[in-house]
DNA sequence: AATACATATGAACAAATGTTCATATATTCA
DNA sequence: TGAATATATGAACATTTGTTCATATGTATT
């Protein structure tokens, strides 16, 4: 990591944190590393309405945090990152001190 | 990581990454990777007033990401953690892809 | 003790954010 | 084509958040 930072670059850091700084989206998040999920299994397992998810599902893939496939009717969501796993994990061993 | 996840920690993690989720926490964060550094330092290095970086400063502090030394008049704050660290290099990693 | 310097804090305000509700879009199947 | 299922979206609302202003606290120096 370089000394002098581009301002902007730290701007983009902040923005990518938003994701994770919030407690739907980081269940959303946890809930993909094992495997991908539809919206209506999100919800349930989160216990949250549909709505709730979808909107929060935009912004983790506005984020590219997270892909889509469609198969048929369902859409299933998929962590697109390997930084993902890594920013939580290292989350999880710093509140697990 | 394992399977099945505490609701909890993730409540906590989503705590921590808001730490690092708004662009001046993140700048004062990534000021203080070099040297420790005092609150008006801080404040005239990101060009705001000293009232709003002691506010962050604080938040970042209950946070357990830095930690205060005091000489004198001056008060240094540091990192605490070497998490911040890596969490802060996983996410300019991220963005700059 | 009085002044100056460094930092902290509370209240107020504006801006950003997350959820809900209602409804729209897309796909499948009868 | 019409009904059913899955997901997306916009508006509204309440809550949270970051900054500013004024002022308080703490320390050193004269």
């Known amino acids: 990591?370089?000394?002098?930072?581009?301002?902007?670059?730290l701007f983009d850091v902040a923005e990518l944190f938003k994701?994770?700084?919030?407690?739907?989206?980081?269940?959303?998040?946890?809930?993909?590393?094992?495997?991908?999920?539809?919206?209506?299994?999100?919800?349930?397992l989160l216990n949250m309405n549909q709505s709730a998810i979808s909107h929060q599902l935009r912004i983790l893939k506005d984020a590219k945090l997270i892909?889509?496939?469609?198969?048929?009717?369902?859409i299933y969501y998929s962590l697109d990152d390997d930084h993902v796993y890594n920013i939580i994990a290292q989350g999880i061993e710093h509140v697990e001190e």
């Open 67 to 74: 892909k889509k496939r469609r198969d048929g009717k369902t």
């Open 19 to 44: 994701c994770f700084a919030d407690s739907t989206r980081i269940r959303i998040l946890y809930s993909l590393i094992s495997k991908e999920r539809n919206v209506n299994e999100i919800a349930d």
């Open 1 to 9: 990591m370089k000394q002098e930072m581009n301002e902007n670059i």
